[in-house]
C-alpha cells in the first residue's frame, strides 16, 4: 500500500474546490426559490389599461406675452445687465469706491477727483447711562455708589434696586480683587466694587465696575461737512443732505478710531468710504457691502 504524503499545496486545492462547490449549490438554490416566488405574486384586477403613445405635436406654439418690466418705486433704485454694465471707479491710494448706473450719464468729472464732501475731526465714546464709581460696607454686605449719567444725581443701592428712570436692576453686586490694566505700565491689583446690571431698555446684562468707566457700543463721531465748515456730531445711521449728494453714516468705530459712509448723488452714483481722523480715507469696503 502506497501512502500519499499530504502538503501544504494540496490541502489548499482542495479546501478551494469545496468553497467553490457549496457557492455554486446556493446559487442554484435562490434561482429556483425565486422563479417559484414569481406565481405567487397577486395581478392587479380591473379593465386593462390602455396606453397610447403620440409623437410630439407638430406646429406653431402658443406665444406668450411676457410682462413689461416695472420701474421700482424707489427714485434713486437702479439695475443693470451683461450688456449695460456700471462705470465702477476705485482709487487704489484713498480706498475709495464709486459705481454709477448703467446708464451713459454724463458727468462733469470723474467721481473719485470731486471732494467726498466730509472730513472725520474725531472719534467720542459715550459713556453707559449709569456708572459705578465707589462701594461702601462690608465684603458680604456691599453697597454700590452709582452715578446717574442723564439726571448727574449720585446714588447709593445695593442688589435687587432699581433704577426705574434708566430701565435698569442692579443683579448683583460685590466687593473683589481684581488686576486693573493700566496703558504703559504693569497690571495693578485693586479692590473694587463689581455690579451686573439688567438693561430692559436693550434685554441684555451689563457689567459694571468701579476700577473704570462703561462705555455704549454706539460712538459718536464729529465730521466736518466741507462745503460750508459745519461741524456736525453724528452716529450710525444718521443722514447728511448736500446741495448736490446725500451721506449716510454706515458706522462709527473706536480702536482704531474710523467711520464708514455711503453717498448718494442724482446722476446715479453711489461712494463709499472709510475716513479716520487726519489721514483721509482708509481700508475700504468690498463692493458686495456697499448695498
Same mark, same amino acid.
Given at each position: 500500500m502506497v501512502k500519499i504524503k499530504e502538503s501544504?499545496?494540496?490541502?489548499?486545492?482542495?479546501a478551494a474546490g469545496a468553497v467553490f462547490l457549496v457557492t455554486l449549490g446556493w446559487a442554484v438554490w435562490a434561482s429556483l426559490s425565486a422563479r417559484s416566488d414569481l406565481g405567487k405574486v397577486p395581478t392587479l384586477s380591473g379593465a386593462d389599461?390602455?396606453? !397610447?403613445? *403620440? *409623437? %410630439?405635436?407638430? *406646429?406653431p406654439l402658443p406665444e406668450v406675452d411676457w410682462p413689461v418690466p416695472a420701474e421700482s418705486p424707489d427714485p434713486a433704485a437702479w439695475t443693470f445687465d451683461v450688456f449695460t454694465?456700471?462705470? %465702477?471707479?476705485?482709487d487704489p491710494a484713498t480706498g475709495r469706491f464709486s459705481v454709477s448706473a448703467p446708464e451713459a450719464v454724463e458727468l462733469d468729472q470723474e467721481p473719485l477727483v470731486a471732494p467726498f464732501g466730509i472730513s472725520l475731526l474725531a472719534v467720542e465714546r459715550q459713556p453707559y447711562r449709569l456708572q459705578l464709581v465707589g462701594y461702601a460696607g462690608a465684603w458680604?454686605?456691599?453697597?454700590?455708589?452709582?452715578?446717574? !449719567?442723564?439726571?448727574?444725581?449720585g446714588v447709593v443701592a445695593q442688589q435687587g434696586f432699581r433704577f426705574l428712570d434708566l430701565g435698569l436692576e442692579i443683579r448683583k453686586?460685590?466687593?473683589?480683587r481684581e488686576d486693573l490694566i493700566v496703558p504703559e505700565s504693569m497690571p495693578l491689583r485693586e479692590i473694587v466694587a463689581v455690579a451686573l446690571v439688567h438693561d430692559q431698555r436693550e434685554q441684555r446684562t451689563v457689567r459694571l465696575t468701579s476700577g473704570f468707566p462703561a462705555w455704549t457700543d454706539r460712538p459718536k463721531a464729529t465730521v466736518l461737512i466741507e462745503s460750508t465748515g459745519e461741524r456736525r456730531r453724528v452716529e450710525a445711521g444718521n443722514r447728511i443732505e448736500l446741495d448736490d449728494a446725500i451721506i449716510e453714516i454706515t458706522g462709527v468705530f473706536t480702536g482704531p478710531d474710523a467711520l464708514t459712509a455711503v453717498k448718494t448723488m442724482p446722476a446715479g452714483v453711489r461712494e463709499t468710504i472709510r475716513?479716520?481722523?487726519d489721514s483721509g480715507p482708509d481700508v475700504q469696503f468690498?463692493?458686495?457691502t456697499v448695498f
Open positions: 501544504p499545496d494540496l490541502m489548499a486545492v482542495g389599461l390602455v396606453v !397610447e403613445s *403620440g *409623437g %410630439i405635436p407638430v *406646429g454694465p456700471p462705470r %465702477i471707479f476705485f458680604d454686605d456691599p453697597w454700590g455708589i452709582f452715578a446717574n !449719567e442723564d439726571s448727574g444725581e453686586l460685590e466687593i473683589r475716513l479716520v481722523p468690498e463692493s458686495d
